[in-house]
């Protein structure tokens, strides 16, 4: 999904560039969700437009519906709401996550490989030549 492995760290700027561009993404991904929810319960469970707003950033950040639903049709849509916002979610803070953790590996393989430089060193763990 990034660069592949090469001899050095992406440079500091293009990586905050690569963050914003990645926040970007996860900013959609919820505004995408938010809407769903958003529409979903002003044409389902027939809330107000405040209320539906309401109720899906409620439930999309995890604290739960603010209006109870009164119809099996909204109940429904809440719960398939609920489970879908979870995994949106899980799906932003991994693409978040993601490139961070990437940088991480990264750089801790340039370290161990910086520390391989030994001439004498065939693989064998000992330091001994074979």
Do not use: C
């Amino acid at each position: 999904m990034f660069e592949p492995k090469p001899p050095q760290l992406l440079p500091l700027p293009r990586f905050i560039g690569r963050m914003a561009r990645i926040l970007l993404l996860a900013l959609s991904i919820v505004t995408v969700a938010l809407l769903i929810g958003i529409f979903g319960y002003h044409s389902i469970a027939h809330l107000s437009w405040i209320d539906s707003i309401l109720n899906a950033s409620m439930i999309l950040t995890g604290m739960g519906p603010v209006d109870p639903m009164k119809t099996h049709g909204a109940k429904l849509f809440a719960s398939a709401y609920a489970i879908f916002s979870g995994v949106v979610f899980l799906t932003s803070v991994g693409v978040v996550i993601s490139p961070l953790f990437h940088r991480l590996l990264h750089k801790f393989h340039l370290e161990e490989t910086a520390g391989d430089k030994s001439p004498n060193r065939k693989g064998l763990g000992t330091g001994q030549q074979g």
